[in-house]
C-alpha cells in the first residue's frame, strides 16, 4: 500500500498553466505505475496520464496531449503533472493513482487500488 497526498490546484485562467504535486509514502515508490485521473461534476473518471516505473513509458489521454506532460521523481517520492495551455474543459477534481508494476500499465480507473483525495483545478475567466 501506498498513501497519496495532491497538492497544486487551483483557479487559473483559460491558456494558463499550473503544476499538480503527489507526494506518496512508502519505501516502494519506484516500483508503482502512477497516474492522473479527473472528475468533472456528474461524469466519470476519467484517464488523463500514466507514468509507468521506467519515466520513459508515458501515455496520454487524446484531449491533454501536447498540453500536459507527467513526471515522476523517484528520490522524492512525488509524481507531477505539468498543465500548460489549460481549457475551461479541464476543470475537474484531479486525483493521483498508484498501481504496483505487476499489474501492467492500465488507464482504467477500477484497476487502481491507491488514490489520493483529490484536488480542484478550475479553469475560468
Known amino acids: 500500500q501506498v498513501q497519496l497526498v495532491e497538492s497544486g490546484g487551483g483557479l487559473v485562467q483559460p491558456g494558463g498553466s499550473l503544476r499538480l504535486s503527489c507526494a506518496a509514502s512508502?519505501?516502494?515508490?519506484?516500483?508503482?505505475?502512477l497516474g492522473w485521473f479527473r472528475q468533472a461534476p456528474g461524469m466519470e473518471r476519467e484517464f488523463v496520464a500514466i507514468?509507468?516505473?521506467?519515466?520513459?513509458?508515458?501515455y496520454y489521454a487524446d484531449s491533454v496531449k501536447g498540453r500536459f506532460t507527467i513526471s515522476r521523481d523517484n528520490t522524492k517520492n512525488t509524481v507531477y503533472l505539468q498543465m500548460n495551455s489549460l481549457k475551461p474543459e479541464d476543470t475537474a477534481v484531479y486525483y493521483c493513482?498508484?498501481?504496483?508494476?505487476?499489474?501492467?500499465?492500465?488507464?482504467?480507473?477500477?484497476?487502481?487500488?491507491?488514490w489520493g483525495q483529490g484536488t480542484q483545478v478550475t479553469v475560468s475567466s
Open positions: 493513482a498508484a498501481s504496483p508494476q505487476t499489474a501492467g500499465i492500465s488507464t482504467r480507473a477500477p484497476d487502481y487500488g491507491n
Open positions: 507514468i509507468g516505473w521506467s519515466t520513459a513509458n508515458t
Open positions: 512508502g519505501r516502494t515508490f519506484s516500483s508503482y505505475v
